[in-house]
């Protein structure tokens, strides 16, 4: 197949299978490429905002964080779902305050990445924050996290000796360690 457009599958049907307060899960038919039909499970995901608050000496904030199904603490970027109407600067904003009590002078867009691209149409837009001031930190009632200041190299040797392994936050670190990395020194 020379045409990339040659590989688009079309969907028949799709039914929601599962409705949550966050995931919806569809079981759909598609047509191939080659005129069969084939089942797509997936899911439908609101959207995310992940943050690395960057320092004025170059440490960044992580959270750290209990994720019930894979039962493990984990070191994270603060982030969190677009919630209906709030825009994406909006949610990295409140985010940030929520997660890591910071507030930033300075929002800077990354860019943005798919995380599970075979199950779920979930894309999380990546900021990094500059310019922070230390605020009081407002978690969701459900939600417990410890924050901690590191120094942003450090932050990537963890993620090269297994410390950090949440797939978000590798992105998320890389992506701004890249762009930080690549300002004209002024």
Same mark, same amino acid.
């Given at each position: 197949?020379n045409?990339?457009?040659?590989?688009v599958? +079309?969907e #028949?049907?799709?039914?929601?299978? =599962?409705?949550g +307060?966050l /995931?919806?899960? =569809?079981y759909?038919e598609?047509? /191939?490429p080659? !005129?069969s039909v084939?089942?797509?499970?997936?899911?439908?995901?609101?959207g995310?905002? &992940? #943050?690395?608050p960057v320092f004025?000496?170059?440490?960044?904030m992580?959270?750290?964080q209990f994720r019930?199904?894979m +039962?493990?603490?984990f070191?994270?970027?603060p &982030?969190g779902k677009i919630d209906?109407g %709030?825009?994406?600067d909006?949610?990295?904003r409140?985010?940030?305050q929520?997660?890591? @009590? /910071?507030v930033?002078?300075?929002?800077?867009?990354i !860019?943005h =990445?798919y995380p599970?691209? @075979?199950?779920?149409?979930?894309?999380i837009h990546?900021?990094a924050a500059?310019g922070l001031?230390t605020v009081?930190?407002?978690?969701?009632?459900d %939600?417990f996290v410890?924050?901690?200041?590191i120094? =942003? @190299?450090?932050?990537m040797?963890?993620?090269?000796? !297994?410390?950090i392994?949440d @797939? +978000?936050t590798?992105?998320?670190l890389?992506?701004?360690?890249n762009?930080?990395?690549?300002?004209?020194i002024?």
């Open positions: 197949m045409n990339a457009n040659e590989l599958e +079309k #028949i049907r799709s039914k929601e299978v =599962f409705c +307060k /995931l919806h899960v =569809f759909d598609a047509r /191939l080659d !005129g084939s089942s797509r499970e997936w899911i439908k995901h609101p995310a905002c &992940a #943050i690395v004025e000496n170059n440490d960044i992580l959270v750290r019930y199904p +039962k493990q603490i070191w994270e970027v &982030a209906p %709030e825009s994406q909006a949610t990295a409140r985010e940030l929520e997660e890591a @009590g /910071l930033c002078a300075d929002l800077h867009y !860019g =990445f599970a691209i @075979g199950y779920a149409d979930e894309v990546i900021y500059t001031s009081e930190q407002n978690t969701d009632e %939600e410890e924050k901690e200041r120094p =942003f @190299g450090e932050a040797d963890m993620i090269h000796n !297994g410390q392994n @797939g +978000k590798v992105v998320c890389t992506r701004v360690w762009w930080l990395n690549r300002l004209p002024t």
